[in-house]
């Protein structure tokens, strides 16, 4: 792997959420790449609430986190956090840490081999109900020296034993062809690229990712959709839907709202207020207006 990923795709506004939290990618130990995308490690220290949105990958996650403010957990806790189904949200407010791991889509199972992916889909569970031995929260919290922070994911995994699967990295090889080829629009023209029915494909999924072939490939489809719609607020929506393999945009429109709870254009109309700002231009009050619903707790 060529180090952590350095884009921001699945992070709603992610320009307004950098500027209220300290956000940084580390890459874990040389024996955990094959499994992990990389940590993620945050902190803050808010004067007032603010809510972060995401539009997960496809990805569990194990997240070690402390509070300031109510429920606070002492010395902080740890879960596993399954795929969401939707758009995630998470009010911070006052002070506080996380430090993440980011696994590969598929690298979770070799280290819980016992159950399939999808046992996890819409969860989030103390890691003690997952994993023995115990996750150590203080030990991964408390240093001030972030690298000792990453030393601490690392020997924790890696005590964990990851067990090799042939499976598992066919599961990650496919996931990571449907993110980065964007010819790859439908489950069927990825079973047949694969040599495999689309029911076999579905249950490898369902076995080692959590979602299924057609949720990783939509998902994929608006990630590059909010990057352009963030980027650009005069997309061209009709466009963009037949570039991403939609038959129409009505499509990608129905799937794009269902996913961010806004429609494309009045989340580009949200946009415009940010771009605007690195051009040292005034936002407009009609644009200020269509953000609201990122700052809602």
């Given at each position: 792997?060529?180090?952590?990923?350095?884009?921001?795709?699945?992070?709603?506004?992610?320009?307004?959420?950098?500027?209220?939290?300290?956000?940084?990618?580390?890459?874990?130990?040389?024996?955990?790449?094959?499994?992990?995308?990389?940590?993620?490690?945050?902190?803050?220290?808010?004067?007032?609430?603010?809510?972060?949105?995401?539009?997960?990958?496809?990805?569990?996650?194990?997240?070690?986190?402390?509070?300031?403010a109510p429920p606070a957990h002492g010395n902080g806790y740890a879960e596993?956090?399954?795929?969401?189904?939707?758009?995630?949200?998470?009010?911070?407010?006052?002070?506080?840490?996380?430090?993440?791991?980011?696994?590969?889509?598929?690298?979770?199972?070799?280290?819980?081999?016992?159950?399939?992916?999808?046992?996890?889909?819409?969860?989030?569970?103390?890691?003690?109900?997952?994993?023995?031995?115990?996750?150590?929260?203080?030990?991964?919290?408390?240093p001030a020296d972030e690298d000792a922070r990453v030393a601490a994911l690392?020997?924790?995994?890696?005590?964990?034993?990851?067990?090799?699967?042939?499976?598992?990295?066919?599961?990650?090889?496919?996931?990571?062809?449907?993110?980065?080829?964007?010819?790859?629009?439908?489950?069927?023209?990825?079973?047949?690229?694969?040599?495999?029915?689309?029911?076999?494909?579905?249950?490898?999924?369902?076995?080692?990712?959590?979602?299924?072939?057609?949720?990783?490939?939509?998902?994929?489809?608006?990630?590059?959709?909010?990057?352009?719609?963030?980027?650009?607020?005069?997309?061209?929506?009709?466009?963009?839907?037949?570039?991403?393999?939609?038959?129409?945009?009505?499509?990608?429109?129905?799937?794009?709202?269902?996913?961010?709870?806004?429609?494309?254009?009045?989340?580009?109309?949200?946009?415009?207020?940010?771009?605007?700002?690195?051009?040292?231009?005034?936002?407009?009050?009609?644009?200020?207006?269509?953000?609201?619903?990122?700052?809602?707790?």
């Amino acid at each position: 792997m060529a180090g952590p990923r350095r884009d921001t795709r699945g992070i709603v506004d992610a320009t307004e959420l950098f500027t209220r939290v300290r956000f940084r990618r580390r890459e874990p130990a040389p024996d955990l790449r094959p499994y992990l995308e990389h940590y993620w490690l945050i902190d803050w220290d808010l004067a007032k609430p603010y809510a972060s949105h995401l539009v997960p990958h496809p990805s569990v996650n194990v997240v070690f986190q402390r509070y300031a403010a109510p429920p606070a957990h002492g010395n902080g806790y740890a879960e596993v956090s399954g795929i969401p189904p939707g758009l995630f949200a998470q009010r911070l407010e006052g002070r506080g840490r996380v430090c993440g791991v980011q696994f590969r889509p598929g690298g979770f199972r070799p280290f819980a081999p016992d159950r399939p992916a999808s046992d996890w889909t819409g969860r989030r569970l103390p890691v003690d109900e997952v994993f023995v031995p115990p996750a150590p929260p203080s030990a991964v919290l408390d240093p001030a020296d972030e690298d000792a922070r990453v030393a601490a994911l690392d020997a924790y995994l890696l005590a964990l034993g990851p067990e090799p699967d042939p499976q598992a990295d066919r599961a990650m090889a496919l996931v990571d062809l449907v993110r980065t080829d964007r010819t790859v629009r439908r489950v069927d023209e990825l079973a047949r690229a694969e040599g495999v029915s689309p029911r076999s494909l579905q249950r490898l999924f369902a076995a080692y990712v959590g979602v299924g072939p057609k949720w990783v490939i939509l998902r994929y489809r608006i990630h590059e959709a909010l990057e352009r719609a963030e980027s650009d607020p005069a997309v061209d929506w009709a466009a963009l839907a037949l570039d991403l393999g939609y038959s129409d945009q009505a499509h990608l429109i129905r799937d794009f709202t269902a996913t961010v709870g806004v429609s494309p254009t009045a989340f580009a109309r949200a946009a415009v207020p940010t771009l605007q700002g690195r051009r040292g231009e005034a936002p407009c009050q009609a644009s200020r207006a269509g953000r609201d619903f990122r700052n809602t707790s």
